[in-house]
């Protein structure tokens, strides 16, 4: 069974770093992408970035490009989203769900529960 | 803003067939996928390509595409449908894309 297992939910404050986490089991996590997702209170999905981690290409929207990074450790299975200094725009909730392509699309057929990021003074 | 457009609330009632659309230029090529997601709950993909369903969907699902529109259709609501709806493409620069969602009430 495909599972994503993500870290739980951070309360923090302005300024601090954050690294939240993906795990993959039950598939070959190295033959597929691994996207994120946020969602801002009572808003719609929005695509942040992917990463293969079989080669660790990375991917980002514009919209987030340069405000977190991707990473991932394929040896156990695990993507990252972290940031270096939060703010408090980025409370959200946040989903990994894994990418394929179809057609041409990329799109995400597994995902994960979420991991709720609050950032308040 | 999105790139794909979609209709922010739609209703039908209980039994009855429903159509949540899906407007985008990069539709013309490229086929879109749908996602439901459920108050407090992560979203779950429910057709993908020109109208393929993930194993567990029901079949009262089902996805078709003209033009710059993509559609997905309910035949035959149930209450548990009730849910947002997102459609998924690519946008001009091929990353993915997401429409900002449709809140569907089965009345």
């Known amino acids: 069974e495909v599972q994503l297992v993500q870290s739980g939910a951070e309360v923090k404050k302005p300024g601090e770093s954050l690294k939240i986490s993906c795990k993959g089991s039950?598939?070959?996590?190295?033959?597929?992408?691994i996207g994120w997702v946020r969602q801002m209170p009572g808003k719609g999905l929005e695509w942040m970035g992917i990463?293969?981690?079989?080669?660790?290409?990375?991917r980002y929207s514009p919209s987030f490009q340069g405000q977190v990074t991707i990473s991932a450790d394929k040896s156990i299975s695990t993507a990252y989203l972290q940031w270096s200094s939060l703010k408090a725009s980025d409370t959200a909730m946040y989903y990994c769900?894994?990418?394929?392509?179809?057609?041409?699309?990329?799109?995400?057929?597994?995902w994960g529960q979420g991991t709720l990021v609050t950032v308040s003074s | 803003s999105s790139e794909l457009t979609q209709d922010p609330a739609v209703s039908v009632a209980l039994g009855q067939t429903v159509r949540i659309t899906c407007q985008g230029d990069s539709l013309r090529s490229y086929y879109a996928s749908w996602y439901q997601q459920k108050p407090g709950q992560a979203p779950v993909l429910v057709i993908y390509g020109k109208n393929n369903r993930p194993s567990g969907i029901p079949d009262r699902f089902s996805g078709s595409s003209s033009g710059n529109t993509a559609s997905l259709t309910i035949t035959g609501a149930q209450a548990e449908d009730e849910a947002d709806y997102y459609c998924n493409s690519r946008d001009s620069s091929g990353n993915p894309s997401f429409g900002g969602g449709t809140k569907l009430t089965v009345l």
């Open positions: 769900a894994r990418g394929i392509t179809i057609f041409g699309v990329a799109l995400f057929d597994y």
């Open positions: 990463i293969y981690p079989g080669d660790s290409d990375t």
């Open positions: 039950g598939y070959s996590f190295t033959s597929y992408w």
